[in-house]
């Protein structure tokens, strides 16, 4: 089974890290003054504050947390956005954009009574107008979300709510932003301006032996200093490889998908005409994948194999 962008098979030989992977991703954006450049880029907009939170304060399910890391952020407008990075697809994942984002709508909502001051000095209390700041989610996918062919070359999308007869914005108060990596397809030397080269950084940065001589940037400078893999300390080191196991695994779910050509809710077996290794590599997936965070739901999406042969190897105690 051919693997495409097998991290971990060239982790010896990598300079810098895969910024796709949870570990890598969380290790570049953490550093406040890179995550606030990327993010201008996109919105074009000053962040003047930025939170990690907790995935319980964003009220993510446990187990749809593969391979995601988030970020909460607040603009010099005051507008709100999540940040979030995302492996592979998942079932109904529009829908799970849409879930996320009552979190940072739902906590701008007064604790009690609002507080005034009236013509007089006086503090009165009066009821919330409803009144919130804009929010944002910006997803950046390892993964085509829109596949249509009108699509095919649009790498950034900004989806909001319409009026359909009128064709005007319903509320500017509600956006979602998608970094679709694999459409980018430029090479280095296409590059175009400060965004293309942050966008081909996240897409190619661990194939890459050096950062590239036109990226002058001081920033970008920085960005690729910081995702050296010899700059890790050994707990780091430890930290980093496990993440691209779960990576890898996440990727290797979805070509096996790819190749085999399998439907979302196809049942199919694992002992039928399917060869000794295959079998294993399936178990091997079923196995990484559901100890590594993957919902039953995405691992039959990713294999084919039902609820019962999945419950089944991951009670089993074979080894792979």
């Given at each position: 089974?051919?693997?495409?962008?097998?991290?971990?098979?060239?982790l010896?030989k990598?300079v810098?890290?895969n910024?796709?992977t949870?570990?890598g991703?969380?290790?570049?954006?953490g550093d406040?003054?890179?995550?606030?450049?990327?993010?201008k880029?996109?919105l074009?907009e000053?962040i003047?504050?930025?939170?990690?939170?907790?995935?319980?304060q964003?009220?993510?399910?446990?187990?749809?947390?593969?391979?995601v890391?988030?970020?909460?952020?607040t603009?010099?407008?005051g507008?709100?956005?999540?940040?979030?990075?995302?492996?592979?697809s998942?079932?109904n994942?529009?829908?799970?954009?849409?879930?996320?984002m009552?979190?940072?709508i739902?906590?701008?909502?007064?604790?009690g009574?609002?507080?005034?001051?009236?013509?007089?000095?006086?503090e009165?209390?009066?009821p919330?107008?409803?009144?919130?700041?804009?929010?944002?989610?910006?997803?950046i996918?390892n993964?085509?979300l829109?596949?249509?062919d009108?699509?095919?070359?649009?790498v950034?999308?900004?989806?909001k709510?319409?009026?359909?007869?009128?064709?005007?914005?319903?509320t500017?108060k509600l956006e979602f932003?998608?970094i679709?990596?694999?459409?980018f397809?430029?090479?280095?030397?296409d590059l175009?301006?400060?965004q293309?080269?942050?966008?081909?950084?996240?897409?190619?940065?661990?194939?890459l032996?050096?950062?590239?001589?036109?990226?002058d940037?001081?920033i970008?400078?920085k960005?690729?200093?910081?995702?050296?893999?010899n700059?890790?300390t050994?707990e780091?080191?430890?930290?980093?490889?496990?993440s691209?196991?779960?990576y890898?695994?996440?990727?290797?779910?979805?070509?096996?998908?790819e190749?085999?050509g399998?439907?979302?809710?196809?049942?199919?077996?694992?002992?039928?005409?399917?060869k000794?290794g295959e079998?294993?590599q399936?178990?091997?997936?079923v196995?990484n994948g559901?100890?590594?965070?993957?919902s039953?739901d995405q691992?039959?999406?990713?294999?084919?194999?039902t609820?019962e042969?999945i419950?089944?190897?991951?009670?089993?105690?074979?080894?792979?």
């Amino acid at each position: 089974m051919k693997v495409k962008n097998n991290t971990s098979k060239n982790l010896g030989k990598e300079v810098f890290m895969n910024l796709k992977t949870d570990f890598g991703f969380k290790k570049v954006f953490g550093d406040k003054t890179l995550l606030t450049a990327f993010l201008k880029t996109i919105l074009f907009e000053d962040i003047t504050e930025i939170e990690y939170l907790p995935a319980e304060q964003l009220g993510y399910v446990k187990e749809n947390r593969k391979a995601v890391y988030d970020v909460y952020c607040t603009t010099s407008g005051g507008r709100r956005f999540i940040v979030e990075m995302q492996a592979s697809s998942q079932p109904n994942f529009a829908e799970r954009m849409l879930f996320y984002m009552t979190f940072p709508i739902i906590r701008q909502a007064p604790k009690g009574k609002v507080t005034k001051t009236d013509s007089d000095g006086k503090e009165v209390k009066k009821p919330w107008d409803y009144s919130i700041e804009g929010v944002y989610m910006i997803a950046i996918l390892n993964f085509t979300l829109f596949p249509e062919d009108e699509a095919q070359n649009i790498v950034i999308e900004h989806v909001k709510l319409m009026r359909q007869e009128a064709k005007t914005v319903f509320t500017d108060k509600l956006e979602f932003v998608t970094i679709e990596l694999p459409k980018f397809r430029k090479e280095k030397e296409d590059l175009l301006g400060i965004q293309d080269k942050w966008l081909f950084s996240l897409k190619n940065m661990e194939t890459l032996p050096e950062c590239p001589k036109e990226f002058d940037e001081e920033i970008l400078r920085k960005l690729y200093e910081i995702a050296k893999i010899n700059n890790l300390t050994g707990e780091e080191m430890e930290t980093y490889r496990k993440s691209v196991t779960e990576y890898d695994d996440v990727i290797l779910a979805m070509d096996y998908a790819e190749e085999r050509g399998i439907k979302i809710g196809e049942k199919r077996g694992i002992g039928k005409g399917e060869k000794q290794g295959e079998k294993k590599q399936l178990i091997r997936l079923v196995k990484n994948g559901y100890k590594n965070g993957m919902s039953i739901d995405q691992i039959i999406q990713f294999t084919g194999l039902t609820e019962e042969e999945i419950y089944a190897i991951i009670s089993s105690k074979l080894r792979v």
